[in-house]
T-cell receptor, first 112, second 112 residues
Framework: AQSVTQPDIHITVSEGASLELRCNYS??????LFWYVQSPGQGLQLLLK??????LVQGIKGFEAEFKRSQSSFNLRKPSVHWSDAAEYFC??????????FGAGTILRVKS | DADVTQTPRNRITKTGKRIMLECSQT?????MYWYRQDPGLGLRLIYY???????NKGEISDGYSVSRQAQAKFSLSLESAIPNQTALYFC???????????FGQGTRLTVV
């Protein structure tokens, strides 16, 4: 069965430190991969997406992610976290029958 | 104005009541989706529609129904609300298989 795993429910990093959020997926073909961010009281905003081509993709707000087929992973990274990055982050995989499957989310806390 | 608008933003209702959540979009997308978000479970698909005449059940459709009144409008109904339907509900739209989904700001529903 198709699935998305975000192993870390909560992560706390210091402002200015680097960040890596993990995402592993199970899918039978080349997936479409997404990272979304949800700020408190807000909807989901797309950070970046991977469909094909270069496996390192750049997104908004200084985020990047790397698709590693051999590890079935699509980890999100940022070299220096800002306090405004505190939010919940969702990895999603498609197109399972033309619809997205989401991970459970990772809540990022940033300490000053 | 938001591209994907959900109304109401917050609603408290009693067990057994019928309630409708509405979604409208100005993006001109054919595809619309309703997701439910629960803490620790991420987003799960309730229903989706690829055009006005096309309605499909998602992962967790029991207890819900939908209506696609026009290309721009997609409503979600709870015929007889129960407490475990308390959740954050998101409407989303997309323009095809290999494009990202755009989300509304969510409707927080509490069933007491």
């Amino acid at each position: 069965a198709q699935s998305v795993t975000q192993p870390d429910i909560h992560i706390t990093v210091s402002e200015g430190a680097s960040l890596e959020l993990r995402c592993n997926y199970s899918y039978g073909a080349t997936p479409y991969l997404f990272w979304y961010v949800q700020s408190p009281g807000q909807g989901l905003q797309l950070l970046l997406k991977y469909f094909s081509g270069d496996t390192l993709v750049q997104g908004i707000k200084g985020f990047e992610a790397e698709f590693k087929r051999s590890q079935s992973s699509f980890n999100l990274r940022k070299p220096s976290v800002h306090w405004s990055d505190a939010a919940e982050y969702f990895c999603a995989v498609g197109p399972y029958g033309n619809k997205l499957v989401f991970g459970a989310g990772t809540i990022l806390r940033v300490k000053s | 104005d938001a591209d994907v608008t959900q109304t109401p933003r917050n609603r408290i209702t009693k067990t057994g009541k019928r309630i409708m959540l509405e979604c409208s979009q100005t993006k001109g997308h054919d595809r619309m989706y309703w997701y439910r978000q629960d803490p620790g479970l991420g987003l799960r698909l309730i229903y989706y529609s690829f055009d006005v005449k096309d309605i499909n059940k998602g992962e967790i459709s029991d207890g819900y129904s939908v209506s696609r009144q026009a290309q721009a409008k997609f409503s979600l109904s709870l015929e007889s609300a129960i407490p475990n339907q308390t959740a954050l509900y998101f409407c989303a739209t997309s323009n095809g298989l290999n494009t990202e989904a755009f989300f509304g700001q969510g409707t927080r529903l509490t069933v007491v």
